[in-house]
């Protein structure tokens, strides 16, 4: 067979097993549903499953061989599927969430197998980490991207610490974009909408020589709210994001490869307010009925409406010096500012204003070689990053601006290592480890202010000092952490249809200072603001069996794990009297280490191509995570009435998909019905239970109508997601103390239709 039929033979596999493809390894089913560029398909008749190339382990590698929990997503099946963000990922990932954090549209929460952050303050990081083409994002700011422009995105569970860090205790998230071809390509991809839904993403590239390839997209995304805010008459829970992405590949030889590339971003959304969920303590202000709509009447900060902006560059190189020893250096630089108006009240008077401004900055530098014999490969490198991370805000409550700045700067670098040994034909094993360096500095001012008109460091000149809580330096708060984190894992092929395996691993997460702290009125001394708060540390043990049947038209798995979680970063708030009046006028932070916690967890995984045009794919988790040790205020053990945030014992969804042969505009093509149905268990918002805001169990059900070209050249889409108009909660805010009391909570999307349509030209 020649090289062209045999790739078109390939590409005719994968499209066929578009729905239901699944290659299993770790804790979970990997879902490769679609082609991408460097997918490599290896099958000897219509039965067998494609498999896709991943880099999970920093090196190129199917999903089937590697030992580690990872699902990939094309870009051909995010676009089937009718997937705008990364946030619509996670009903189909075992033990994971994604979601918008609290009051933005940008900014991302994310926890897997029970680990994670929700607060994006400078000082705490984030327990999920974000990559941008092998680029960690420091920062939770703007990663709620639009999906566009990429190859593919691999979610990573489980501790990541061997070679992705420190901050990768929960897991990971890769956005890998593609490379460009040699060949002059255009593309565009326009979607319409309820809600005023209008979206466009044009891309292009083409070639200036043989060696010289440049490309761009530009990219808006704009929709009306799903709710009004009564106080001001603009939209709530709008969207107005713009993008752009530029880059330019050099191959002065077979064996060099240079990418150059810049991306941008604005969100100039509304502020998302939230919907308040108890009858106001002074006002006696009512429940609305539309739990979209909003009172609140904060929607600048500084002076500026809310905005998100962040930029980076970086620099690829990878030179192949030998056939099986490839070398890589990955050069970044970002910065993102974010203009964020909180009022956390939700009512149109200043009782619990908080305007608030976040600037993030990081350099990175990583260089990487990899070397792929037939019975050995491996990775090994080091890594650099000096990131700082700032805010300041105001809490405008009670006649008094509390002002507040954090200004945290990180400096970290680690050496790590992964080699993989085939120690015989059926069994192979994999170790790894890296030993992480993180210094940490802080400054922290907290001052307050008379009157509720702000203070000078959020543009108000004229403020009156009352007192200064805080005001600690970078040379009062550092602190440096090392740590070790190794892995290894082993599998054993019972048969040719059967595989085994096992794995170790650890991950680490650096301490850090709560840039809300308070000095006065508290039992908190000085040493004890000095040393912070602790690193987290997790090691996680896994066993799995991975199995085909049928032909390798159906797949199954099944993973258990167990992971012990030891100083457990616990950020949270609490209402305090800064004047001495006996009333709560004020908050601060209270972050602590809990203690330990165990977690136990199950995921299963199956997918079945019935017949050549019906397929259906379903998953199961089950995760238990109790603290065992859990200190809290005044040296009280409180482990009992304390649960795991974010974090639904049961998740489970189930897809079916049925494809037919139908002509449309004069060409051939095929029609895709597909629909879905996403389960989630009851979820809590905090570590201590919160009835009004805790979310209990729902479903979600998803549908789409697909006609694709034979060709590929164009794509016709109907999507239409939460189908049943479900009204669910993904985050809140609780002081039932301040002011009118703040007990407010924000929503899920609600039921949308969407018409897209691809063209590649």
């Known amino acids: 067979m020649n090289p062209s039929k045999k790739s078109k033979r390939n590409l005719v596999l994968l499209s066929r097993s578009a729905a239901a493809v699944l290659a299993i390894y770790g804790s979970g089913l990997n879902y490769a549903q679609a082609q991408s560029a460097d997918a490599t398909a290896k099958a000897s008749d219509d039965t067998n499953v494609a498999k896709v190339v991943v880099s999970a ?22 676009s089937k599927s009718g997937i705008a963000d990364v946030t619509g990922l996670a009903l189909t990932l075992p033990n994971t969430t994604l979601s918008a954090s609290r009051g933005t549209n940008s900014t991302l929460t994310s926890f897997m197998r029970g680990v994670g952050q929700q607060d994006p303050l400078a000082g705490f990081e984030a327990g999920v980490g974000i990559y941008l083409d092998d680029i960690y994002l420091a920062r939770p700011q703007g990663a709620v991207a639009e999906i566009y422009d990429v190859e593919r995105i691999e979610v990573l569970r489980g501790p990541q610490g061997t070679l992705y860090g420190r901050n990768t205790i929960g897991g990971a998230v890769k956005y890998v974009t593609r490379k460009m071809g040699p060949a002059t390509d255009v593309r565009l991809k326009a979607s319409v909408g309820s809600y005023g839904q209008m979206d466009g993403v044009l891309t292009a590239s083409t070639s200036l020589s043989d060696t010289v390839r440049v490309g761009g997209t530009l990219a808006k995304f704009k929709r009306n709210g799903f709710g009004t805010n009564l106080a001001t008459g603009e939209d709530n829970y709008n969207k107005d994001v713009s993008a752009a992405r530029l880059s330019a590949e050099f191959m002065p030889s077979s064996d060099l490869f240079i990418r150059i590339s810049g991306d941008t971003s604005q969100d100039d959304s ?32 500084l002076g500026h409406k809310q905005q998100v902006t962040q930029s980076g560059i970086s620099a690829l190189v990878e030179y192949q010096m030998q056939p099986d020893l490839l070398f890589k250096s990955v050069t970044a630089s970002r910065h993102d500012t974010s203009y964020a108006p909180i009022d956390f009240d939700s009512l149109n008077k200043v009782d619990f204003d908080v305007p608030a401004l976040y600037k993030n900055k990081q350099f990175s530098q990583e260089f990487q070689l990899t070397y792929t014999g037939k019975a050995f490969q491996g990775v090994a490198g080091v890594y650099y990053i000096d990131a700082n991370a700032y805010d300041k805000f105001d809490v ?22 992964d080699m993989s040994f085939d120690l015989s034909k059926d069994v192979s094993l994999s170790v790894g480890g890296r030993y992480t360096v993180d210094k940490r500095e802080a400054s922290i001012l907290r001052q307050i202010y008379l009157g509720t008109d702000g203070s000078p460091g959020m543009g108000n000149p004229a403020a009156v000092l009352f007192r200064t809580d805080t005001n600690l330096t970078k040379g009062d708060l550092h602190r440096e952490d090392k740590k070790f984190t190794p892995r290894i894992s082993a599998s054993w092929k019972a048969s040719s249809d059967q595989t085994m395996y096992a794995s170790w691993t650890e991950g680490f997460k650096g301490g850090g200072f709560d840039p809300r702290l308070n000095l006065v009125g508290t039992k908190l001394t000085l040493d004890k603001a000095k040393q912070g708060f602790l690193p987290e540390k997790i090691s996680t043990f896994e066993l799995g069996l991975k199995s085909a049947f049928v032909n390798n038209s159906v797949f199954t798995n099944i993973a258990v794990f167990h992971s012990d979680y030891q100083d457990v970063q616990i950020p949270g708030s609490v209402a305090i009297d800064t004047n001495g009046d006996g009333k709560d006028d004020s908050f601060a932070g209270v972050t602590t280490n809990a203690g330990k916690a165990k977690i136990d967890g199950l995921e299963f995984e199956a997918t079945a191509r019935i017949t050549d045009a019906f397929s259906m794919s379903g998953m199961f988790s089950y995760i238990d995570a109790k603290y065992t040790k859990y200190i809290g205020a005044g040296n009280a053990d409180v482990t009992a009435l304390r649960v795991f945030q974010n974090t639904p014992k049961q998740t489970a969804s189930i897809r079916a998909n049925y494809d037919w042969n139908m002509a449309l505009l004069g060409q051939s093509g095929k029609l895709s019905l597909s629909s879905s149905l996403a389960f989630r268990g009851k979820t809590y918002q905090f570590e201590t239970p919160t009835p009004l805001l805790d979310q209990d169990s729902f479903k979600l059900w998803d549908a789409s109508l697909v006609w694709s070209r034979s060709d590929n050249r164009m794509r016709i889409g109907l999507h239409g997601k939460n189908l049943s108009d479900t009204r669910y909660k993904v ?10 009391g703040s007990t407010t909570a924000f929503y899920g999307n609600p039921r949308t239709y969407t018409l897209t349509l691809d063209y590649r030209f």
């Open 396 to 417: 405008r409550l009670l006649g008094t601006s509390t002002f507040t700045e954090g200004d945290i700067d990180t400096k970290a670098w680690a050496a790590f290592a």
């Open 731 to 740: 985050a809140g805010y609780l002081f039932p103390t301040l002011g009118e």
């Open 57 to 78: 382990r920093r090196r190129e590698e199917t999903l089937q061989d590697v030992p580690v929990s990872v699902t990939a997503y094309s870009a051909d099946q995010i």
């Open 270 to 301: 509304n502020p998302k307010h939230g919907h308040r969920l108890t009858v106001g303590k002074i006002s006696n202000a009512p429940i609305l009925d539309n739990v979209y709509d909003t009172r609140a009447n904060l929607n600048k900060a």
